[in-house]
């Protein structure tokens, strides 16, 4: 017994090891840097930026994901793109909207410019998705930009004039002085904060790969005393594989706490949801978010939008 538990234990930090040596990879060309960009804030769902890879000069529309941990491209929208080059399969798998298990296929991106920021030999997983859908199912998405190229630098988004500033120092950030910290990351570099909410106390993740407000489990939210009065209805539940239709329980405007400031945001639970995440809905009324990688501090700014 105790060799199969060993044998088991072994594949499994072999599987891992597999993952790390395709993961994460990608190196700044230079250590001080600052690059502003526009970005689309798409129904109100994600917030895509351009990206370019290679030399072309052909922008691919990238989704902002705080709370995915690779990098991905979409083959329907790069497979021809020849500075991209398979680097190995990892047998961990990843699943897609309809539950289905599939093996991570990383690849090579010789040159992905973030601005006019270079990032040489980033890895990316590949995704493939019907690009006949993307109006519906995931729009406008040629990748996502997830923790393995976020954590590289300091994140200003400007929600008033849709803008998004990536920079090596803080110190090089404009117009941030009543910013007010809201969370701190954990060592897998995902910022998460606690939270009040109506008779419950939660920690939730920053995920601004999600369309919600306040997302929880429902067991969780069934602890909240306005429980009763939430509205019970068909959702849609937004995530880096695509879009699920689910049975949502909604409140659509509750009182949150968090670190003694207070906010108005819209709760929606779900027996599918298995954590409690804080979403893109509720960050887009502040005029702008800092998030500090580099440090492991996110902001708020002091007052939201006119």
């Given amino acids: 017994m105790k060799k199969i538990i060993l044998s088991a234990s072994l594949l499994l930090l072999f599987s891992a090891c597999n993952v790390f040596k395709y993961s994460g990879r990608g190196d700044l060309a230079v250590a ?11 129904k109100d769902m994600a917030i895509a930026i351009p990206v370019k890879i290679g030399t072309s000069a052909t922008s691919f529309f990238f989704h902002f994901d705080t709370h995915a941990a690779e990098s991905a491209y979409n083959a329907g929208s790069l497979s021809d793109n020849r500075h991209i ?9 990843i699943s897609t909207t309809s539950g289905e298990k599939i093996d991570r296929q990383y690849y090579n991106a010789d040159s992905v410019y973030i ?17 006949d859908k993307k109006d519906t199912v995931y729009p406008n998405m ?8 976020l954590r590289k630098g300091i994140w ?17 950030l404009q117009d941030v002085s009543d910013k007010i910290k809201f969370a701190e990351s954990s060592v897998f570099d995902i910022f998460s904060t606690k939270v009040q909410l109506n008779g419950l106390t939660e920690k ?4 601004f790969g999600t369309n919600a407000g306040i997302f929880l489990p429902l067991e969780d939210m069934q602890k909240m005393n306005s429980f009763g009065k939430a509205e019970v209805k068909q959702s849609s539940k937004k995530t880096a594989a695509g879009i699920s239709s689910e049975t949502g329980y909604r409140l659509p ?15 929606i639970g779900s027996k599918n949801q298995t954590e409690a995440v804080i979403g893109l809905s509720f960050f887009k009324q502040f005029r702008y978010v ?11 700014s002091g007052t939201t939008k006119a």
Avoid at 253 to 261: A, F, K, P, T, Y
Avoid at 290 to 300: A, C, P, R, T, V
């Fill in 32 to 42: 001080n840097f600052k690059t502003e960009m526009p970005f689309q804030l798409l």
């Fill in 85 to 93: 080059t398979f680097l190995g399969t990892s047998s961990l798998k």
């Fill in 115 to 131: 601005g006019n920021v270079l990032v040489t030999n980033a890895s990316l997983l590949r995704i493939n998705e019907n690009r």
């Fill in 142 to 149: 040629d990748g996502i930009l997830g923790l393995s190229l």
């Fill in 156 to 172: 200003k988004i400007d929600f008033e004039n849709n803008t998004l500033t990536f920079a090596s120092s803080m110190d090089s």
């Fill in 204 to 207: 939730v993740s920053v995920d």
């Fill in 253 to 267: 405007d509750e009182r949150v706490s968090i670190n003694g400031h207070t906010f108005n945001v819209r709760v």
């Fill in 290 to 300: 800092i998030l500090d990688y580099l440090n492991g501090i996110m902001y708020i």
